[in-house]
Structure formats: structure tokens, C-alpha cells
């Protein structure tokens, strides 16, 4: 307890809260990646507020509450990151459903560089210089190591957002859902 914390309530807590905060943020719920940011603010708030009936600290610094919350969202973003990896594997190799994903990711590939092409002609490079741009583009997008590269960057941009909000949200928790404990 040398930084104010009763890690056990708060661990306790946490994972107990990160597990469905996690499954929710994932892509197996259609509805739940898009509302990503309230389920891991929510359990991260909510995380605090049961540490703070189980642990009794009295009152609840907001930097002690950050501090739940990122054990919150490390916990809720290794989980998210195992859920979305299990289930891409799962699907390539499983389900035999790797043509429909590198044609998902052809169509991609092919939407974003139009869309580059058509800046890069609008700022005044010429039309050759235009087109070998995106033809080295389009060579490391569709790459083994440029997918993967790409992938795991989303991935990783994603466990950070979690962290960051579930920080956000653990402060947030702690200043409104941790009730102070009056002197008796």
C-alpha cells in the first residue's frame, strides 16, 4: 500500500469489470465497438466505485482513480487485442474465409489510394510522379509485412484509446462515484 492503494480490491475490481468491457469493445458485438469508449469509461468509473466500498479509503484522490482505471484498460485492451486476434485467426484459417477478407482488403486498398491520388493531383504533383506514389503504396499495402504492419498498428492505436479513456474514466470515477467517508 505505499502509493494509497489496496491493490487486491482494486485488481479484484478491475478485471472483474475489464472482461466484459473488453468482449463488448471487440468486434464480436456489432453494436459494441462503436459505443467502445462509453463501456470502457463506464467500467473503469464503475471499478473505482467498487474498490471504494471493498477497500474503505476514505477519501478518493482523482489520480488514485486514474491509476485503477489504467489497470482497468491494460486489462480491457490485452483482452480486446486476444478477442479481435483469435477471432481474425479464426476466421482466415477456421472458417475459410481468407478470400473474402483479402477481397474485403483489395476493395480498401483500392478506395484509399483513389481518394490519395485524387489529393496528391489536387496539390500539383503531376499525374507520373502521382502514380508511382500510389503504385508504392498499393505494392506495401498489399504486402505480407505491409497487412501485417497495418494490422497491427490498428490494434495497438486501439489498446492505447482503451487505456487513455479507461484512465479518463477511473479520474472520473473517482471524483463522482467514490463517496468520501465523513470522520466518525
Not at 485488481?11 to 469508449?37: F, R
Not at 484498460?73 to 487485442?81: E, V
Not at 496528391?120 to 503504385?135: C, K, L, N, P
Request: net charge positive; charged share 10%; hydrophobic share 55%.
Amino acid at each position: 500500500m505505499a502509493d494509497g492503494i489496496v491493490w487486491r480490491p482494486a485488481l479484484k475490481a478491475s478485471l472483474m469489470l475489464a472482461i466484459p468491457a473488453a468482449v463488448l469493445c471487440s468486434g464480436l458485438i456489432p453494436v459494441g465497438q462503436s459505443l467502445g469508449i462509453l463501456w470502457i469509461i463506464g467500467a473503469a468509473a464503475w471499478a473505482v466505485s467498487l474498490y471504494s466500498k471493498r477497500a474503505r479509503p476514505g477519501w478518493l484522490p482523482m489520480g488514485t482513480g486514474a491509476r485503477i482505471g489504467l489497470v482497468t484498460g491494460l486489462f480491457a485492451s490485452w483482452l480486446t487485442l486476444s478477442v479481435n486476434g483469435i477471432s481474425l485467426w479464426v476466421g482466415r484459417f477456421v472458417l475459410h474465409q481468407g478470400g473474402q477478407m483479402d477481397s474485403l482488403w483489395q476493395n480498401e486498398v483500392d478506395t484509399s489510394l483513389q481518394a490519395s491520388q485524387q489529393m496528391v493531383a489536387q496539390m500539383g504533383m503531376t499525374s507520373a510522379q502521382a502514380a508511382e506514389s500510389t503504385q508504392f503504396s498499393r505494392a506495401l499495402m498489399l504486402s505480407a509485412e505491409g497487412r501485417a504492419g497495418i494490422a497491427l498498428s490498428t490494434f495497438l492505436g486501439g489498446a492505447l484509446f482503451l487505456v487513455l479513456f479507461a484512465m479518463i474514466g477511473g479520474a472520473l470515477g473517482a471524483r463522482w462515484l467514490a463517496q468520501p467517508r465523513r470522520p466518525s
